[in-house]
């Protein structure tokens, strides 16, 4: 159980303000220590530090009960049982990980450790990193030191973390059964033991070439099918995952307009340096990004091909702006690279996004933004679905007809229209356009 257990938690941005929340509603008391002003001032208030759905109820819920405290004096880890530390890793210029934060966090945070503290790593790392820290982790006290990756998807952050498998490895024997110990306590959640830490740092790495590599042969397939012409790629990639594979079936995940976020985008060029540093030329981790960073420049290409220069500058409503259906994070989107491959063509953007907070994005992009989906379309030669939140959901074939003219084209990047609704899009005098259909 946790309702006993002191927990730190250093670095309170998307990750570790969900662990921390989620940890404190299940009854621990938790600490952030985090250097940042701006996100201090919201948990101390209350409110989320991130657009995760559900997050700010728990920062609410756990302050006012309190069982949530943020701080930047790292000196309160002192008194704490556990401290995971969820500080960020960027990508390098070279492609290898950015690991400052991390390493200046735990040179900071090292002298106020003391004895029979747990220390759980969760920073996505290149593998062998947590052994390297350890030594600075107990250069002043004797503690425990493991590796429990991170594996969350935004949007369902809070559910997965109390459900998905967590992974554990320490750098010695001692140091995983306590982290074993502690996750089967805090989460009713399978709890999986590594024998290393640099074998748990891999495993994160390994979902996340997985899962680039399964949207890039996605993303392919539906290239194939645009070329033979009247092929549904969604129509493929379902039957063709119906084939049972041992003790599963064949998983190709949808195909887009590309693929962003924070991990997705980075981690396998973490792989692809990592190779290198070994003596190895991977190629996996470079194919997969190449595949899926040229989505942007297809998928634009695309729009242009059915609208077909309609206009000198054609009107298009792009609904939909962030990398993940129903949250705000523009981290690394997708529609970032095709909005300005459209406006390099000459497109007239207006956007729209009931999650996004458009000064995050800044003015540079040059398109305008909308209050709400009628007013993209006002006007509009055309409709972009970049994302798929599920209120989209309702805009329908109808609705669509109601608010576009006749011959307009409704492209689908990522709102995945069903087969009736595509027919029904072309009874009502518009005309369809997906990825791969």
Same mark, same amino acid.
């Given at each position: 159980m946790v309702t006993d257990k002191r927990i730190g938690v250093v670095g309170f941005g998307y990750i570790g303000s969900v662990i921390g929340a989620v940890l404190a509603n299940r009854g621990a008391r938790v600490i952030g220590v985090e250097p940042n002003p701006r996100i201090r001032t919201l948990v101390a208030a209350g409110r989320a530090p991130a657009p995760e759905p559900g997050l700010e109820e728990l920062v609410s819920a756990a302050?006012? %009960?309190?069982?949530? +405290?943020?701080?930047?004096?790292? &000196?309160?880890?002192?008194?704490?049982?556990?401290?995971?530390?969820?500080?960020?890793?960027?990508? %390098?210029?070279?492609? &290898? %990980?950015?690991?400052?934060?991390?390493? !200046? /966090?735990? +040179?900071?945070?090292?002298?106020?450790?003391?004895?029979?503290?747990?220390?759980?790593?969760?920073?996505?790392?290149?593998?062998?990193?947590? +052994?390297?820290?350890?030594?600075?982790?107990?250069?002043?006290?004797?503690?425990?030191?493991?590796?429990?990756?991170?594996?969350? /998807?935004?949007?369902?952050?809070? /559910? $997965?973390?109390?459900?998905?498998?967590?992974?554990?490895? !320490?750098?010695?024997?001692?140091?995983t059964q306590a982290g074993v110990e502690f996750w089967r306590g805090a989460l009713d959640v399978d709890v999986i033991q590594v024998s290393? %830490?640099?074998? /748990? $740092? #891999?495993?994160?790495?390994?979902?996340?070439?997985?899962?680039? #590599?399964?949207?890039?042969? !996605?993303? $392919?397939?539906?290239?194939i099918c645009d070329r033979l012409g009247g092929i549904d790629v969604l129509e493929v990639i379902s039957a063709a995952n119906s084939l049972p594979k041992v003790q599963h079936h064949v998983n190709i995940l949808t195909p887009s307009i590309g693929v962003g976020g924070y991990c997705l985008t980075k981690d396998p060029w973490f792989v692809h340096s990592m190779g290198k540093s070994l003596g190895l030329d991977l190629q996996t981790p470079r194919v997969s990004r190449e595949v899926n960073d040229a989505m942007a420049e297809y998928s634009a290409a695309s729009i242009d091909g059915v609208i077909g220069g309609a206009d000198a500058s054609p009107r298009l409503a792009i609904l939909g702006v962030a990398f993940k259906t129903d949250t705000g994070d523009v981290r690394y989107t997708p529609t970032l690279p095709v909005m300005k491959q459209l406006l390099d063509r000459g497109y007239h953007l207006v956007a729209f996004d009931p999650f996004v907070d458009r000064e995050e994005l800044g003015g540079e992009l040059g398109i305008d933004w909308a209050d709400s989906a009628e007013e993209a379309l006002r006007g509009a030669d055309a409709a972009a679905f970049f994302t798929g939140h599920r209120q989209f959901a309702d805009l329908t074939p109808e609705w669509l007809a109601e608010h576009l003219p006749a011959g307009a084209v409704v492209f689908d990047g990522r709102r995945y229209f069903t087969r009736s609704e595509i027919d029904d899009i072309g009874a009502r005098g518009l005309r369809y356009k997906g990825v791969g259909r």
């Open positions: 302050v006012l %009960a309190g069982r949530l +405290e943020i701080t930047d004096d790292p &000196s309160v880890l002192s008194d704490v049982d556990v401290v995971l530390i969820t500080v960020g890793t960027p990508l %390098a210029e070279d492609g &290898s %990980a950015d690991t400052s934060q991390l390493t !200046g /966090a735990v +040179e900071t945070i090292a002298p106020h450790l003391r004895d029979g503290q747990l220390i759980l790593l969760k920073s996505t790392v290149p593998p062998g990193l947590t +052994e390297k820290l350890a030594p600075i982790l107990r250069r002043h006290a004797n503690t425990l030191v493991a590796f429990s990756p991170e594996r969350l /998807a935004e949007g369902r952050a809070i /559910a $997965e973390f109390q459900t998905i498998p967590v992974v554990v490895g !320490g750098v010695d024997p001692e140091s290393s %830490a640099t074998g /748990a $740092e #891999l495993v994160k790495l390994a979902d996340n070439l997985w899962i680039d #590599l399964n949207i890039a042969l !996605g993303n $392919e397939l539906a290239q």
